[in-house]
Antibody, heavy 118, light 107 residues
Framework: QVQLQESGPGLVKPSETLSLTCSVS?????????WNWIRQPPGKGLEWIGS???????YYNPSLKSRVVISVDTSKNQFSLRLRSVTAADTAVYYCASGVAIADFDHWGQGTLVAVSS | DIQMTQSPSSLSASVGDRVTLTCRASQSISMYLNWYQQTPGKAPKVLIY???NLNSGVPSRFSGSGSGTDFTLTISSLQPEDFATYYC?????????FGQGTKVEIK
Protein backbone atom coordinates (compact mmCIF):
# COMPACT_ATOMS: atom_id res chain seq x y z
CA GLN A 1 0.00 0.00 0.00
CA VAL A 2 1.49 3.29 -1.05
CA GLN A 3 1.86 5.89 1.69
CA LEU A 4 2.64 9.56 1.21
CA GLN A 5 3.88 12.17 3.66
CA GLU A 6 4.26 15.88 3.04
CA SER A 7 6.99 17.92 4.71
CA GLY A 8 8.14 21.52 4.61
CA PRO A 9 7.83 24.89 6.30
CA GLY A 10 4.45 25.83 7.70
CA LEU A 11 5.03 29.54 7.23
CA VAL A 12 6.29 31.38 4.17
CA LYS A 13 6.70 35.11 3.70
CA PRO A 14 4.91 36.92 0.87
CA SER A 15 6.90 37.03 -2.41
CA GLU A 16 9.05 34.10 -1.32
CA THR A 17 9.04 30.51 -2.56
CA LEU A 18 6.99 27.73 -1.00
CA SER A 19 8.82 24.40 -1.06
CA LEU A 20 7.31 21.07 -0.07
CA THR A 21 8.44 17.49 -0.36
CA CYS A 22 6.35 14.34 -0.52
CA SER A 23 8.02 11.16 0.70
CA VAL A 24 6.65 7.97 -0.78
CA SER A 25 6.81 4.59 0.92
CA UNK A 26 5.47 1.19 0.00
CA UNK A 27 5.90 1.84 -3.71
CA UNK A 28 8.77 2.83 -5.95
CA UNK A 29 8.25 6.19 -7.55
CA UNK A 30 9.98 4.89 -10.67
CA UNK A 31 7.59 2.00 -11.19
CA UNK A 32 4.77 4.10 -12.53
CA UNK A 33 1.86 6.23 -11.39
CA UNK A 34 1.33 9.94 -11.48
CA TRP A 35 2.45 12.03 -8.54
CA ASN A 36 0.32 15.05 -7.78
CA TRP A 37 0.03 18.18 -5.70
CA ILE A 38 -3.42 19.43 -4.70
CA ARG A 39 -4.28 22.25 -2.34
CA GLN A 40 -7.23 23.36 -0.27
CA PRO A 41 -7.54 26.89 1.16
CA PRO A 42 -9.04 26.93 4.66
CA GLY A 43 -12.76 26.23 4.48
CA LYS A 44 -12.72 25.96 0.69
CA GLY A 45 -12.59 23.39 -2.07
CA LEU A 46 -9.81 21.48 -3.78
CA GLU A 47 -7.51 22.75 -6.51
CA TRP A 48 -5.20 20.55 -8.58
CA ILE A 49 -1.78 22.18 -8.83
CA GLY A 50 0.08 19.76 -11.06
CA SER A 51 1.43 16.28 -11.64
CA UNK A 52 4.62 14.52 -12.55
CA UNK A 53 4.99 11.11 -14.13
CA UNK A 54 7.81 8.86 -13.03
CA UNK A 55 9.61 9.67 -16.29
CA UNK A 56 9.74 13.32 -15.26
CA UNK A 57 7.02 14.58 -17.58
CA UNK A 58 5.09 17.33 -15.86
CA TYR A 59 1.57 18.70 -16.15
CA TYR A 60 0.54 21.97 -14.52
CA ASN A 61 -2.67 23.84 -13.88
CA PRO A 62 -2.50 26.82 -16.26
CA SER A 63 -3.65 29.10 -13.46
CA LEU A 64 -0.41 28.37 -11.57
CA LYS A 65 1.93 27.24 -14.34
CA SER A 66 4.05 30.38 -14.38
CA ARG A 67 4.93 29.94 -10.70
CA VAL A 68 5.11 26.17 -10.20
CA VAL A 69 7.78 23.55 -10.58
CA ILE A 70 7.24 19.89 -9.66
CA SER A 71 10.23 17.59 -9.65
CA VAL A 72 11.07 14.04 -8.68
CA ASP A 73 14.06 12.62 -6.79
CA THR A 74 14.12 8.92 -7.54
CA SER A 75 17.10 8.29 -5.27
CA LYS A 76 15.05 9.40 -2.28
CA ASN A 77 11.67 8.17 -3.58
CA GLN A 78 10.33 11.69 -3.21
CA PHE A 79 8.77 14.37 -5.31
CA SER A 80 8.64 18.08 -4.62
CA LEU A 81 6.67 21.25 -5.19
CA ARG A 82 8.07 24.74 -5.56
CA LEU A 83 5.66 27.66 -5.82
CA ARG A 84 7.31 31.02 -6.19
CA SER A 85 6.13 34.57 -5.51
CA VAL A 86 3.52 33.48 -2.99
CA THR A 87 0.76 35.70 -1.64
CA ALA A 88 -1.85 35.25 1.07
CA ALA A 89 -4.05 33.59 -1.55
CA ASP A 90 -1.62 30.65 -1.55
CA THR A 91 -2.37 29.87 2.10
CA ALA A 92 -3.79 26.36 2.06
CA VAL A 93 -3.45 22.77 3.11
CA TYR A 94 -1.19 21.19 0.53
CA TYR A 95 -1.70 17.52 -0.26
CA CYS A 96 0.42 15.16 -2.27
CA ALA A 97 -1.46 12.37 -3.97
CA SER A 98 -0.80 9.52 -6.35
CA GLY A 99 -2.81 7.80 -9.01
CA VAL A 100 -2.40 5.03 -11.54
CA ALA A 101 -4.29 7.11 -14.09
CA ILE A 102 -3.37 10.69 -14.82
CA ALA A 103 -6.46 12.26 -13.28
CA ASP A 104 -7.32 9.78 -10.56
CA PHE A 105 -6.14 10.56 -7.03
CA ASP A 106 -6.04 7.14 -5.38
CA HIS A 107 -3.79 7.77 -2.40
CA TRP A 108 -3.27 10.96 -0.43
CA GLY A 109 -0.89 12.26 2.16
CA GLN A 110 -2.32 13.71 5.36
CA GLY A 111 -1.76 17.26 4.13
CA THR A 112 0.31 20.11 5.48
CA LEU A 113 -0.91 23.62 6.20
CA VAL A 114 1.21 26.37 4.71
CA ALA A 115 0.43 29.93 5.73
CA VAL A 116 1.72 32.90 3.78
CA SER A 117 2.30 35.78 6.13
CA SER A 118 4.96 38.29 7.07
CA ASP B 1 -11.56 24.96 -17.70
CA ILE B 2 -14.47 22.62 -17.02
CA GLN B 3 -16.57 23.96 -14.15
CA MET B 4 -18.09 21.48 -11.73
CA THR B 5 -21.16 22.56 -9.76
CA GLN B 6 -22.49 20.55 -6.84
CA SER B 7 -25.88 20.80 -5.23
CA PRO B 8 -26.93 21.28 -2.61
CA SER B 9 -23.96 22.95 -0.92
CA SER B 10 -25.09 21.36 2.34
CA LEU B 11 -27.85 19.14 3.62
CA SER B 12 -29.06 17.81 6.93
CA ALA B 13 -30.10 14.20 7.19
CA SER B 14 -30.66 11.47 9.74
CA VAL B 15 -29.03 8.10 10.17
CA GLY B 16 -30.80 5.67 7.88
CA ASP B 17 -31.90 8.29 5.35
CA ARG B 18 -31.37 7.89 1.63
CA VAL B 19 -29.33 10.82 0.36
CA THR B 20 -28.67 11.97 -3.19
CA LEU B 21 -25.99 14.47 -4.12
CA THR B 22 -25.76 16.07 -7.54
CA CYS B 23 -22.81 17.22 -9.63
CA ARG B 24 -23.10 19.05 -12.95
CA ALA B 25 -20.31 19.70 -15.44
CA SER B 26 -20.14 22.81 -17.61
CA GLN B 27 -19.68 20.58 -20.67
CA SER B 28 -19.99 16.91 -21.44
CA ILE B 29 -17.39 14.80 -19.69
CA SER B 30 -18.76 11.37 -20.69
CA MET B 31 -18.30 9.28 -17.54
CA TYR B 32 -14.98 10.82 -16.47
CA LEU B 33 -16.21 11.69 -12.99
CA ASN B 34 -14.82 10.71 -9.59
CA TRP B 35 -16.37 11.18 -6.16
CA TYR B 36 -14.39 11.81 -2.95
CA GLN B 37 -15.33 11.89 0.72
CA GLN B 38 -13.55 14.21 3.14
CA THR B 39 -14.01 14.26 6.91
CA PRO B 40 -12.78 17.25 8.96
CA GLY B 41 -9.01 17.45 9.22
CA LYS B 42 -8.46 14.51 6.89
CA ALA B 43 -7.46 14.06 3.30
CA PRO B 44 -10.12 13.16 0.75
CA LYS B 45 -10.70 9.50 -0.04
CA VAL B 46 -11.90 8.30 -3.39
CA LEU B 47 -15.28 6.57 -3.30
CA ILE B 48 -16.22 6.17 -6.94
CA TYR B 49 -14.29 6.21 -10.20
CA UNK B 50 -15.67 6.78 -13.69
CA UNK B 51 -19.08 7.83 -12.45
CA UNK B 52 -20.24 4.43 -11.24
CA ASN B 53 -17.33 2.19 -10.20
CA LEU B 54 -17.04 1.69 -6.46
CA ASN B 55 -13.51 1.86 -5.13
CA SER B 56 -12.23 -1.22 -3.31
CA GLY B 57 -13.33 -1.26 0.32
CA VAL B 58 -16.07 1.33 -0.08
CA PRO B 59 -19.41 0.16 1.38
CA SER B 60 -22.07 -0.86 -1.12
CA ARG B 61 -24.50 1.72 0.26
CA PHE B 62 -22.60 4.22 -1.90
CA SER B 63 -23.46 4.31 -5.59
CA GLY B 64 -22.85 6.66 -8.46
CA SER B 65 -24.60 7.26 -11.73
CA GLY B 66 -24.77 9.65 -14.65
CA SER B 67 -22.98 10.58 -17.82
CA GLY B 68 -22.49 13.63 -19.98
CA THR B 69 -23.06 16.61 -17.71
CA ASP B 70 -25.22 15.31 -14.86
CA PHE B 71 -24.12 12.93 -12.13
CA THR B 72 -25.39 11.71 -8.79
CA LEU B 73 -23.91 10.10 -5.71
CA THR B 74 -26.41 8.19 -3.62
CA ILE B 75 -26.01 6.89 -0.10
CA SER B 76 -28.78 4.35 0.37
CA SER B 77 -28.82 4.35 4.17
CA LEU B 78 -26.78 7.08 5.84
CA GLN B 79 -24.46 5.89 8.59
CA PRO B 80 -22.79 7.99 11.33
CA GLU B 81 -19.41 7.74 9.60
CA ASP B 82 -20.87 9.17 6.38
CA PHE B 83 -21.28 12.67 7.76
CA ALA B 84 -18.64 14.44 5.72
CA THR B 85 -18.09 16.67 2.72
CA TYR B 86 -18.32 15.08 -0.72
CA TYR B 87 -16.53 16.36 -3.80
CA CYS B 88 -16.91 15.46 -7.43
CA UNK B 89 -13.95 15.78 -9.80
CA UNK B 90 -13.78 15.59 -13.58
CA UNK B 91 -11.02 13.54 -15.17
CA UNK B 92 -11.98 14.34 -18.76
CA UNK B 93 -9.74 17.27 -19.57
CA UNK B 94 -6.92 19.07 -17.77
CA UNK B 95 -6.86 21.03 -15.62
CA UNK B 96 -8.62 18.47 -13.45
CA UNK B 97 -11.28 20.34 -11.50
CA PHE B 98 -13.39 19.69 -8.44
CA GLY B 99 -16.84 20.78 -7.41
CA GLN B 100 -17.17 23.06 -4.41
CA GLY B 101 -18.42 20.22 -2.24
CA THR B 102 -21.61 19.11 -0.53
CA LYS B 103 -21.49 18.94 3.25
CA VAL B 104 -23.70 16.24 4.76
CA GLU B 105 -24.60 17.12 8.31
CA ILE B 106 -26.51 15.39 11.07
CA LYS B 107 -30.11 16.46 11.47
Amino acid sequence: QVQLQESGPGLVKPSETLSLTCSVSGFSITTGSYWNWIRQPPGKGLEWIGSIFHSGTTYYNPSLKSRVVISVDTSKNQFSLRLRSVTAADTAVYYCASGVAIADFDHWGQGTLVAVSS
Amino acid sequence: DIQMTQSPSSLSASVGDRVTLTCRASQSISMYLNWYQQTPGKAPKVLIYAAANLNSGVPSRFSGSGSGTDFTLTISSLQPEDFATYYCQQSYRAPWTFGQGTKVEIK
